[in-house]
């Protein structure tokens, strides 16, 4: 998809206005003699920027405007090194709301909702997110943030919440608590509103079975404003982004080439309007496409496809280049298999060959067996890989508090 008019201008707008700066990003423009950008051509010279420089910027350093215009940060934790601290604007903030009222629009939400709230507040984008956008529908928040299951389920009682915002875990535990406890009754829930990390069908479907809601899928991060610069709609065919404050392109992200739109690669967004900090071009190294044509919901916004996977996740095998989440999607359609898997790839010398090998868990009341005979069928004819499959019984897979690593590579 390429830049429309006003995208460029802004985009124009935006380096004209950093180069004046004293900022990380200012700086990196004039030491490479970029001073405006009056095409497609102009823009794909725009180096990429990425996490690492976000940190190396640490604190403010990618600040692009005067202090007292500065009214409030976040920062993203990042699971190694430095923190990253992204400065907002009146208006940065203002934007975010905007964006996030529309993403409750999508999804049927009006201000006659009580929004349950239990995503995080402080540093972390989340929960302020889901608020700002709440107040600005005219719904009623319930700010609850994360933790303490009873209070939750006494306030989603007694408050009549209608919609709950969660990340997908937290969403899966409350729905797991709801029905044991038997309260489905006694709760109003109708749609549940669930941040970005990646979910597997398998647990889509178990929050659905235990408290019949309508599931949203809401995208965005914290760099770029935090969630809600997308959302899925009824269709369940994508995300809607909103291209008026962002642009987003597909790479290749081995070589950072476009990739057509349709095909898949690493999703790279530009910021058209934020003002605290701009980022341009910004590697998120999330894998999806953009899905073209229009969408039978009858919103205009274009669409990107659910995510797949990160791109630091995706490994080479036999030629083809595979994510573990593969491996994810195929286990939710095979009966008895949990969602837990490990995937470790080693190199035969004496066949001088790659082979990959997948441990899985089953349920007690399934044949093993079975479960690897489909799975490596499934795993020849989807995917074009045949692997040497383990079924282990349930439960035996560590479990991991933080993101679990799938992943072993033993390949020299
Ligand atoms: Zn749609």
């Known amino acids: 998809m390429k830049l429309n008019e006003t995208q460029l201008k802004q985009v124009d707008a935006q380096v004209k ?11 990196l423009y004039k030491e490479h003699g970029i001073t405006e950008i009056k095409d497609e051509n102009d823009f794909k010279k725009l180096p990429f920027s990425s996490k690492a ?15 007292e215009e500065v009214v409030r940060i976040h920062s993203s934790s990042g699971t190694t090194g430095k923190p990253v601290i992204i ?35 402080g540093l972390w984008t989340a929960g302020i997110g889901f608020q700002a956008g709440c107040e600005l529908l005219g719904a009623m928040a319930v700010p609850m943030g994360p933790g303490n299951t009873d209070k939750q389920l006494q306030m989603m009682i007694d408050l009549k919440s209608t919609v709950l915002t969660a990340t997908s875990s937290y969403a899966l535990l409350l729905s797991e608590e709801i029905n044991k406890r038997g309260l489905r009754n006694q709760i109003s829930l109708k749609k549940g509103v669930i941040g970005s990390e990646r979910w597997s069908d398998k647990m889509r479907n178990t929050i659905r079975e235990n408290i019949g809601i309508e599931l949203y899928d809401i995208y965005g991060l914290t760099e770029i404003y935090g969630p809600g610069i ?22 290749n992200p081995v070589t950072g080439e476009n990739v057509p739109d349709g095909e ?3 999703i790279v967004i530009t910021t058209l309007v934020k003002e605290g900090a701009p980022l341009l071009r910004f590697r998120t190294h999330d894998i999806s496409r953009i899905i073209p044509g229009e969408c039978p919901c009858g919103c205009k916004a274009p669409r990107l496809d659910i995510i797949k996977g990160r791109s630091d996740d995706m490994f080479k095998i036999h030629g083809v280049n595979m994510f573990p989440s593969q491996v994810e999607e195929l286990l939710s359609h095979i009966d008895g298999a949990t969602s837990e898997y490990r995937i470790t790839l080693a190199h035969e010398d004496d066949k001088n060959r790659d082979v990959i090998l997948v441990t ?7 044949h093993f067996e079975e479960v690897a005979k489909k799975l490596t069928t499934m ?18 897979l560590p479990r991991s508090e933080k993101k679990t690593k799938r992943v072993i590579d033993y390949r020299a």
């Open 17 to 27: 206005r950093l180069v004046q700066t004293d900022s990380y990003y200012g700086n």
């Open 53 to 67: 420089d976000l940190r190396n910027a640490y604190p403010l350093g990618i600040q692009a405007v005067p202090d």
């Open 87 to 121: 400065p907002y604007t009146k208006k940065d903030v203002e934007d975010w709301a905007v964006m996030f009222k529309r993403c409750y629009e999508v999804a049927g939400i009006t201000n006659k909702d009580r929004i349950h709230i239990t995503p995080g507040y």
């Open 230 to 251: 997308g959302i899925s709609c009824s269709e369940e065919n994508g995300i809607h982004y909103w291209d008026d404050y962002v642009y987003i392109e597909i790479i």
């Open 264 to 266: 898949e690669g690493e």
């Open 360 to 366: 899985v868990e089953a349920e007690g009341r399934v």
């Open 379 to 396: 795993m020849k004819s989807r995917i074009g890989v045949t692997p040497r499959v383990t079924v282990v019984p349930e439960g035996t």
